[in-house]
Protein backbone atom coordinates (compact mmCIF):
# COMPACT_ATOMS: atom_id res chain seq x y z
CA UNK A 1 0.00 0.00 0.00
CA UNK A 2 1.34 3.58 -1.24
CA UNK A 3 2.43 5.70 1.92
CA UNK A 4 -0.19 8.92 2.58
CA UNK A 5 0.99 12.43 2.35
CA UNK A 6 1.33 13.05 5.85
CA UNK A 7 3.49 10.22 6.54
CA UNK A 8 6.33 11.57 4.62
CA UNK A 9 8.99 13.18 7.11
CA UNK A 10 10.70 16.41 6.20
CA UNK A 11 13.56 16.04 2.72
CA UNK A 12 12.12 13.44 1.83
CA UNK A 13 10.73 13.64 -1.61
CA UNK A 14 7.80 12.64 -3.26
CA UNK A 15 6.02 11.71 -6.31
CA UNK A 16 2.32 11.18 -5.71
CA UNK A 17 -1.36 11.91 -7.09
CA UNK A 18 -3.85 13.83 -4.98
CA UNK A 19 -6.31 15.34 -4.78
CA UNK A 20 -6.90 19.36 -4.52
CA UNK A 21 -9.59 20.36 -2.03
CA UNK A 22 -8.91 23.86 -2.25
CA UNK A 23 -7.28 26.32 -4.63
CA UNK A 24 -7.12 30.03 -3.41
CA UNK A 25 -5.57 32.92 -5.53
CA UNK A 26 -2.48 35.30 -4.05
CA UNK A 27 -0.04 37.94 -4.99
CA UNK A 28 3.25 37.33 -4.04
CA UNK A 29 5.79 40.29 -3.35
CA UNK A 30 7.14 40.49 -6.70
CA UNK A 31 3.46 41.12 -8.00
CA UNK A 32 2.60 37.88 -9.26
CA UNK A 33 -0.25 35.41 -8.77
CA UNK A 34 0.37 32.13 -6.92
CA UNK A 35 -2.29 29.54 -5.78
CA UNK A 36 -2.42 28.19 -2.19
CA UNK A 37 -3.46 24.92 -2.82
CA UNK A 38 -4.53 22.33 -0.12
CA UNK A 39 -4.25 18.78 -1.67
CA UNK A 40 -5.05 15.51 -0.16
CA UNK A 41 -5.36 12.05 -0.22
CA UNK A 42 -6.55 9.02 2.19
CA UNK A 43 -4.35 10.24 5.12
CA UNK A 44 -5.28 13.66 4.71
CA UNK A 45 -4.15 17.19 3.69
CA UNK A 46 -1.29 19.53 2.92
CA UNK A 47 -0.70 22.52 1.91
CA UNK A 48 1.49 23.64 -1.00
CA UNK A 49 2.26 26.88 -2.99
CA UNK A 50 1.75 27.44 -7.06
CA UNK A 51 4.09 30.15 -7.87
CA UNK A 52 4.04 32.81 -10.86
CA UNK A 53 0.30 30.99 -11.55
CA UNK A 54 -1.57 31.94 -14.54
CA UNK A 55 -5.15 32.46 -15.44
CA UNK A 56 -5.39 29.24 -17.46
CA UNK A 57 -3.61 27.39 -13.95
CA UNK A 58 -6.21 28.90 -12.17
CA UNK A 59 -8.44 27.02 -14.02
CA UNK A 60 -6.44 23.82 -14.22
CA UNK A 61 -6.03 23.71 -10.83
CA UNK A 62 -9.56 23.73 -9.14
CA UNK A 63 -10.91 21.79 -6.27
CA UNK A 64 -12.07 18.15 -7.09
CA UNK A 65 -9.09 18.06 -9.88
CA UNK A 66 -7.15 15.27 -9.43
CA UNK A 67 -2.94 15.83 -10.42
CA UNK A 68 -0.32 14.29 -10.02
CA UNK A 69 2.97 15.92 -8.24
CA UNK A 70 6.87 15.61 -7.90
CA UNK A 71 8.20 17.57 -4.59
CA UNK A 72 9.89 17.64 -1.31
CA UNK A 73 8.18 17.70 1.97
CA UNK A 74 9.72 20.58 4.39
CA UNK A 75 8.90 22.21 7.66
CA UNK A 76 7.44 25.90 7.44
CA UNK A 77 5.86 27.58 10.26
CA UNK A 78 5.48 24.50 12.53
CA UNK A 79 3.90 22.35 10.20
CA UNK A 80 4.85 20.11 7.07
CA UNK A 81 4.79 21.79 2.89
CA UNK A 82 4.87 20.39 -0.10
CA UNK A 83 7.37 22.11 -2.00
CA UNK A 84 5.93 21.69 -5.81
CA UNK A 85 8.75 21.12 -8.15
CA UNK A 86 6.49 19.73 -11.03
CA UNK A 87 2.85 19.44 -11.26
CA UNK A 88 -0.04 18.06 -13.82
CA UNK A 89 -3.44 17.33 -14.33
CA UNK A 90 -4.24 13.69 -14.25
CA UNK A 91 -4.08 12.18 -17.54
CA UNK A 92 -6.18 8.91 -19.13
CA UNK A 93 -2.87 6.76 -18.80
CA UNK A 94 -3.52 7.66 -14.59
CA UNK A 95 -5.59 4.85 -12.77
CA UNK A 96 -6.58 6.47 -10.34
CA UNK A 97 -9.89 8.33 -9.29
CA UNK A 98 -11.27 10.68 -6.78
CA UNK A 99 -12.73 8.19 -4.71
CA UNK A 100 -9.06 6.78 -4.41
CA UNK A 101 -8.07 10.05 -2.33
CA UNK A 102 -10.90 10.79 0.23
CA UNK A 103 -10.34 10.04 3.94
CA UNK A 104 -13.56 7.97 4.93
CA UNK A 105 -14.44 6.85 8.45
CA UNK A 106 -13.10 4.02 9.70
CA UNK A 107 -17.03 2.23 10.07
CA UNK A 108 -18.41 1.49 7.23
CA UNK A 109 -22.08 3.03 6.41
CA UNK A 110 -23.64 0.45 6.75
CA UNK A 111 -22.39 -0.18 10.27
CA UNK A 112 -23.06 3.19 11.18
CA UNK A 113 -26.61 2.75 10.20
CA UNK A 114 -27.30 -0.30 12.12
CA UNK A 115 -26.35 1.48 14.81
CA UNK A 116 -27.78 4.65 14.90
CA UNK A 117 -31.11 2.44 14.02
CA UNK A 118 -30.91 0.25 16.79
CA UNK A 119 -30.48 3.51 19.47
CA UNK A 120 -33.62 5.36 17.46
CA UNK A 121 -35.48 1.73 18.38
CA UNK A 122 -34.19 1.82 22.12
CA UNK A 123 -36.07 4.87 22.67
CA UNK A 124 -39.51 4.88 24.48
CA UNK A 125 -41.17 7.81 24.00
CA UNK A 126 -43.32 7.86 20.84
CA UNK A 127 -43.15 11.68 19.97
CA UNK A 128 -39.23 11.77 20.29
CA UNK A 129 -38.69 8.77 18.04
CA UNK A 130 -41.02 9.69 15.91
CA UNK A 131 -39.67 13.12 14.95
CA UNK A 132 -36.17 12.21 15.04
CA UNK A 133 -36.73 8.56 12.76
CA UNK A 134 -38.64 11.42 9.83
CA UNK A 135 -35.62 13.78 10.29
CA UNK A 136 -33.22 11.01 9.67
CA UNK A 137 -35.14 9.55 6.82
CA UNK A 138 -35.65 13.08 5.26
CA UNK A 139 -31.73 13.55 4.82
CA UNK A 140 -30.47 9.69 5.60
CA UNK A 141 -28.88 9.85 2.34
CA UNK A 142 -26.65 12.99 2.90
CA UNK A 143 -26.11 12.31 6.63
CA UNK A 144 -24.55 8.83 5.80
CA UNK A 145 -22.04 10.61 3.44
CA UNK A 146 -21.37 14.05 5.07
CA UNK A 147 -18.56 15.46 6.77
CA UNK A 148 -19.14 16.98 10.18
CA UNK A 149 -17.22 20.46 9.46
CA UNK A 150 -14.54 21.99 7.22
CA UNK A 151 -11.95 21.67 9.02
CA UNK A 152 -10.69 20.87 12.80
CA UNK A 153 -12.70 17.60 13.37
CA UNK A 154 -14.11 14.56 11.63
CA UNK A 155 -13.44 17.08 7.91
CA UNK A 156 -13.68 13.86 6.24
CA UNK A 157 -16.29 11.01 3.96
CA UNK A 158 -19.15 10.12 6.62
CA UNK A 159 -17.50 12.06 9.59
CA UNK A 160 -20.93 13.57 10.22
CA UNK A 161 -22.22 10.05 10.53
CA UNK A 162 -18.91 8.41 12.74
CA UNK A 163 -18.99 11.51 15.03
CA UNK A 164 -23.07 10.78 16.04
CA UNK A 165 -22.14 7.48 16.23
CA UNK A 166 -19.27 7.88 18.75
CA UNK A 167 -21.11 10.56 20.49
CA UNK A 168 -24.69 7.71 20.70
CA UNK A 169 -21.85 5.26 22.37
CA UNK A 170 -20.47 7.93 24.85
CA UNK A 171 -24.04 8.86 25.44
CA UNK A 172 -25.41 5.33 26.65
CA UNK A 173 -21.78 5.09 28.79
CA UNK A 174 -22.30 7.84 30.51
CA UNK A 175 -26.11 6.97 31.15
CA UNK A 176 -25.13 3.95 32.51
CA UNK A 177 -22.98 5.91 35.56
CA UNK A 178 -26.09 8.51 35.59
CA UNK A 179 -29.31 6.84 35.20
CA UNK A 180 -31.56 10.56 35.55
CA UNK A 181 -30.04 11.46 32.33
CA UNK A 182 -33.33 10.78 30.05
CA UNK A 183 -31.29 8.62 27.17
CA UNK A 184 -34.31 9.24 24.95
CA UNK A 185 -33.62 13.19 25.10
CA UNK A 186 -29.85 12.12 24.83
CA UNK A 187 -29.96 9.45 22.00
CA UNK A 188 -32.51 12.05 19.74
CA UNK A 189 -30.19 15.49 20.69
CA UNK A 190 -27.38 13.77 19.81
CA UNK A 191 -29.09 12.73 16.44
CA UNK A 192 -30.33 15.64 15.08
CA UNK A 193 -27.96 18.08 16.85
CA UNK A 194 -25.63 18.77 13.54
CA UNK A 195 -28.20 17.03 11.43
CA UNK A 196 -28.61 20.39 9.84
CA UNK A 197 -25.15 20.65 8.54
CA UNK A 198 -26.41 18.30 5.63
CA UNK A 199 -27.86 21.83 4.18
CA UNK A 200 -25.28 23.76 5.97
CA UNK A 201 -22.13 22.60 3.89
CA UNK A 202 -21.77 21.40 0.09
CA UNK A 203 -21.39 17.78 0.44
CA UNK A 204 -18.45 15.30 1.28
CA UNK A 205 -16.01 16.74 -1.44
CA UNK A 206 -13.79 19.90 -1.42
CA UNK A 207 -16.66 20.89 1.59
CA UNK A 208 -17.60 24.56 1.71
CA UNK A 209 -20.47 26.25 3.21
CA UNK A 210 -23.56 26.69 1.22
CA UNK A 211 -25.54 30.36 0.72
CA UNK A 212 -28.23 28.99 3.94
CA UNK A 213 -24.84 27.57 5.61
CA UNK A 214 -23.25 31.07 6.05
CA UNK A 215 -26.79 32.87 6.51
CA UNK A 216 -27.94 30.84 8.32
CA UNK A 217 -26.22 28.17 10.44
CA UNK A 218 -26.63 24.70 11.14
CA UNK A 219 -28.64 25.32 14.44
CA UNK A 220 -30.83 27.48 12.78
CA UNK A 221 -32.08 25.24 10.10
CA UNK A 222 -32.22 21.90 12.23
CA UNK A 223 -34.91 23.91 14.78
CA UNK A 224 -36.44 24.88 11.49
CA UNK A 225 -36.44 21.56 10.71
CA UNK A 226 -37.64 20.09 14.07
CA UNK A 227 -41.06 22.72 13.67
CA UNK A 228 -41.50 21.55 10.43
CA UNK A 229 -41.65 17.72 11.36
CA UNK A 230 -43.64 18.27 14.51
CA UNK A 231 -46.48 20.14 12.49
CA UNK A 232 -45.94 17.47 9.23
CA UNK A 233 -46.43 14.63 12.17
CA UNK A 234 -49.34 16.06 14.18
CA UNK A 235 -46.78 16.31 17.10
CA UNK A 236 -47.21 18.99 19.75
CA UNK A 237 -46.24 17.85 22.91
CA UNK A 238 -43.47 19.43 24.89
CA UNK A 239 -41.08 17.08 23.64
CA UNK A 240 -40.38 19.50 20.40
CA UNK A 241 -39.97 22.36 22.48
CA UNK A 242 -37.13 20.43 24.34
CA UNK A 243 -35.49 18.59 21.29
CA UNK A 244 -35.08 22.65 19.82
CA UNK A 245 -33.44 23.88 22.67
CA UNK A 246 -30.95 20.31 22.72
CA UNK A 247 -30.25 22.00 19.15
CA UNK A 248 -29.74 25.61 20.21
CA UNK A 249 -27.62 24.67 23.25
CA UNK A 250 -25.58 22.23 22.22
CA UNK A 251 -22.49 24.49 21.47
CA UNK A 252 -22.66 25.65 24.93
CA UNK A 253 -21.72 29.60 25.51
CA UNK A 254 -22.93 32.40 23.49
CA UNK A 255 -19.34 33.33 21.99
CA UNK A 256 -18.81 29.33 20.50
CA UNK A 257 -22.38 30.47 18.45
CA UNK A 258 -24.96 28.78 20.68
CA UNK A 259 -27.93 30.84 21.14
CA UNK A 260 -29.26 29.48 24.21
CA UNK A 261 -27.07 28.51 27.60
CA UNK A 262 -28.14 24.74 28.14
CA UNK A 263 -30.72 24.85 30.59
CA UNK A 264 -31.75 21.00 31.08
CA UNK A 265 -29.57 18.28 32.25
CA UNK A 266 -29.45 16.57 28.67
CA UNK A 267 -28.56 19.86 26.87
CA UNK A 268 -25.73 20.26 29.73
CA UNK A 269 -24.58 16.26 28.90
CA UNK A 270 -25.15 16.81 24.95
CA UNK A 271 -22.64 19.51 24.90
CA UNK A 272 -19.78 17.67 26.96
CA UNK A 273 -19.86 15.03 24.95
CA UNK A 274 -20.25 16.44 21.72
CA UNK A 275 -17.13 18.73 22.92
CA UNK A 276 -15.32 15.57 23.94
CA UNK A 277 -15.61 13.96 20.94
CA UNK A 278 -14.82 16.82 18.33
CA UNK A 279 -11.44 16.98 20.45
CA UNK A 280 -9.97 13.91 20.99
CA UNK A 281 -10.92 13.51 17.02
CA UNK A 282 -8.72 16.80 16.65
CA UNK A 283 -6.10 15.40 19.13
CA UNK A 284 -5.86 11.66 17.48
CA UNK A 285 -5.49 13.40 13.91
CA UNK A 286 -2.87 15.52 15.16
CA UNK A 287 -0.81 13.01 17.24
CA UNK A 288 -1.08 10.57 14.07
CA UNK A 289 1.80 12.92 12.27
CA UNK A 290 3.99 13.02 14.51
CA UNK A 291 6.37 10.40 16.42
CA UNK A 292 6.93 9.61 19.70
CA UNK A 293 9.16 12.08 21.09
CA UNK A 294 7.55 14.96 18.71
CA UNK A 295 5.19 17.72 19.25
CA UNK A 296 2.80 17.96 17.30
CA UNK A 297 1.76 21.31 14.95
CA UNK A 298 -0.20 23.82 17.17
CA UNK A 299 -3.80 23.14 17.06
CA UNK A 300 -5.75 26.30 16.35
CA UNK A 301 -9.03 24.97 17.90
CA UNK A 302 -7.41 23.97 20.95
CA UNK A 303 -6.29 27.14 21.62
CA UNK A 304 -3.56 26.92 19.78
CA UNK A 305 -1.84 24.34 21.18
CA UNK A 306 0.94 22.13 20.47
CA UNK A 307 0.69 18.54 22.29
CA UNK A 308 3.28 16.22 23.30
CA UNK A 309 4.05 12.12 22.02
CA UNK A 310 5.16 10.54 24.87
CA UNK A 311 8.00 7.89 23.45
CA UNK A 312 6.65 4.79 24.91
CA UNK A 313 3.18 5.68 22.87
CA UNK A 314 3.27 3.30 20.13
Same mark, same amino acid.
Given at each position: ?158 ? =?? &??? /???? +? @?? $? ?5 ? !???? #?? =?? &??? /???? +? @?? $? ?5 ? !???? #? ?106
Amino acid at each position: MAKGILHYDTGEQVDVHLLIKSSTKGIASNGKAFLTLILQDTSGEIEAKLWDASQEDEVTYSPQSIVRVLGDIHHYRGRNQLKIRKIRPKNDDDKIEISDLLETAPLSKDVMNEKITQYIFEMKNSNIQRLTRHLLKKHGEAFIEYPAATKNHHEFVSG =LA &YHV /VSML +D @LA $KSISTLY !PSLD #TD =LL &YAG /VILH +D @LG $KVVELSG !PIST #TYTVEGNLLGHISIMVNEIAKAAEHLQIEGEEVVILQHLVLSHHGKAEWGSPKPPMIKEAEILHYIDNLDAKMNMLDRALERVKPGEYTERVFALDNRSFYKPTFHK
